[in-house]
């Protein structure tokens, strides 16, 4: 047999507590003994016996049998008085008319211009109209700070967050608010609920804040209450300069992983990504693009790397003069170039890639003094992927591809 329970002391109430006490307990244990935040072995124990007492204590009607027994059991122990039952009074109304509702409250018009001056001022921030905001906000402000030193503020506020949504609600109105010394004004207080994006990492941040209207000789104007704004364009200049920092560095971050930066051209991995819109366009447009790859062949007396490499760097230089603006030159590494050839099926890219060798050839004769040559293979896109159009083209190259030679 389950043994018997004093709930009002599993609870941790008093026998007479109301229902409204009762529950804020109930709340208050479930906080600490659910198991989801207590991870002792009794948590699971204990909260099943808060979930009954707070079942029983909750009911009216089961409450009265349980007080009862609970008042037999403890005898002299237990107050006699039973359970408080709240009674309400039934008024009948006979042979007479009903008496007339109170009339409503009437509107405070101060609070309303209060209200709209509030608004206007956030709208006029969230759509960077920061003139026609400072004119909305009250003549102690201007005296503390000029218009240049807000449009920055704001300005550099607005480069890291953009509002997106707001509330405006009253929290308290204050008879005389004591912004100076000797100045004391009506004010209307507003809690602000504000939805903005921040511009550095995307995310949408909600909080909320409070902000005066103030009437200055019968009219009503935002206080914003900063003595000086040297702090806080300090702090909004410092984070838009850090946030531009990381875009710099991401944007070096991204070159460096797709360009080579000896020769100064894309490298594989920079060719494959302008090619997959190059893809895209064929699939959806059906517009051609093909791939070329010249093989530059040195004489073996170059030996020395640094002198290859500078051979090289204007090989890639003379190609990337002799493209078009669509086009897209990448050094494949060893002594191979990658041309994309937008928008051109095989026998246009064969013509292009021809008079880019030809330039090429003409450039190296006049600048060096020894022989080199270049093979040439092109392949139109059909589907294959990066590595298989440049395999095509080493093929074509290695049976009957196009081949030049220079000499000075």
Same mark, same amino acid.
């Given at each position: 047999m389950e043994r018997w329970q004093d709930y009002y002391s599993v609870l941790q109430v008093h026998p007479d507590a109301?229902?409204?006490?009762?529950?804020?307990?109930?709340?208050?244990?479930?906080?600490?003994?659910?198991?989801?935040?207590?991870?002792?072995?009794?948590?699971?124990?204990?909260?099943k016996h808060i979930n009954i007492a707070y079942e029983v204590l909750s009911d009216s009607g089961k409450r009265r049998a349980f007080h009862l027994e609970w008042t037999r059991r403890l005898g002299t122990r237990a107050p006699a008085a039973p359970p408080r039952v709240e009674v309400r009074e039934r008024v009948v109304y006979v042979n007479r008319t009903p008496p007339a509702p109170p009339?409503?409250?009437?509107?405070?018009?101060?609070?309303?211009?209060?209200?709209?001056?509030?608004?206007?001022?956030?709208?006029?921030? &969230?759509?960077?109209?920061?003139? !026609?905001?400072?004119?909305? *906000? /009250? %003549?102690? @402000?201007?005296?503390?700070f000029s218009y240049g030193s807000y449009v920055e503020w704001q300005e550099s506020v607005a480069a890291i967050y953009q509002i997106g949504s707001f509330d405006i609600e009253l929290f308290r109105r204050h008879a005389e608010l004591k912004a100076e010394e000797s &100045?004391?004004?009506?004010?209307? !207080?507003?809690?602000?609920? *504000? /939805? %903005?994006? @921040?511009?550095?990492?995307?995310?949408?941040?909600?909080?909320?804040?409070?902000?005066?209207?103030?009437?200055?000789?019968?009219?009503?104007?935002?206080?914003?209450?900063?003595?000086?704004?040297?702090?806080?364009?300090?702090?909004?200049?410092?984070?838009?300069?850090?946030?531009?920092?990381?875009?710099?560095i991401n944007q070096w971050d991204e070159y460096r992983d797709t360009h080579d930066l000896t020769?100064?051209?894309?490298?594989?991995?920079?060719?494959?990504?302008?090619?997959?819109?190059?893809?895209?366009?064929?699939?959806?447009y059906d517009r051609p693009f093909s791939i070329a790859v010249f093989n530059v062949i040195l004489p073996d007396r170059i030996t020395d790397d640094s002198h290859r490499k500078h051979v090289m760097k204007y090989i890639g230089y003379i190609i990337s003069k002799g493209v078009r603006?669509?086009?897209?030159?990448?050094?494949?590494?060893?002594?191979?170039?990658?041309?994309?050839?937008?928008?051109?099926d095989k026998r246009t890219s064969v013509t292009a890639a021809r008079?880019?060798?030809?330039?090429?050839?003409?450039?190296?004769?006049?600048?060096?003094?020894?022989?080199?040559?270049?093979?040439?293979?092109?392949?139109?896109?059909?589907?294959?992927?990066?590595?298989?159009?440049?395999?095509?083209?080493?093929?074509t190259i290695g049976a009957s591809g196009d081949r030049a030679r220079a000499r000075a």
């Open positions: 109301e229902i409204e006490v009762i529950q804020s307990a109930y709340k208050r244990l479930c906080k600490k003994y659910h198991p989801d935040v207590n991870p002792s072995a009794q948590a699971a124990e204990k909260i009339p409503p409250p009437k509107k405070d018009m101060g609070t309303l211009a209060a209200n709209t001056v509030i608004k206007n001022y956030f709208s006029k921030v &969230s759509e960077k109209k920061f003139r !026609e905001a400072f004119e909305l *906000v /009250s %003549e102690l @402000d201007k005296q503390r &100045s004391k004004y009506r004010a209307e !207080e507003f809690t602000v609920s *504000v /939805s %903005e994006k @921040d511009v550095r990492t995307g995310r949408v941040n909600e909080y909320s804040f409070t902000k005066y209207a103030v009437c200055e000789n019968g009219i009503w104007r935002v206080y914003l209450g900063y003595r000086d704004l040297t702090p806080l364009l300090v702090q909004f200049k410092t984070m838009a300069s850090t946030q531009e920092e990381a875009v710099l020769i100064g051209l894309l490298n594989k991995k920079g060719l494959e990504k302008v090619i997959l819109p190059e893809v895209y366009r064929q699939r959806r603006l669509i086009d897209h030159v990448s050094w494949l590494g060893g002594d191979c170039y990658g041309l994309l050839l937008a928008e051109s008079r880019i060798l030809k330039a090429v050839m003409h450039d190296v004769a006049a600048c060096f003094d020894f022989e080199i040559e270049i093979k040439m293979g092109v392949t139109p896109y059909q589907g294959a992927n990066t590595d298989d159009m440049i395999s095509q083209c080493m093929r």
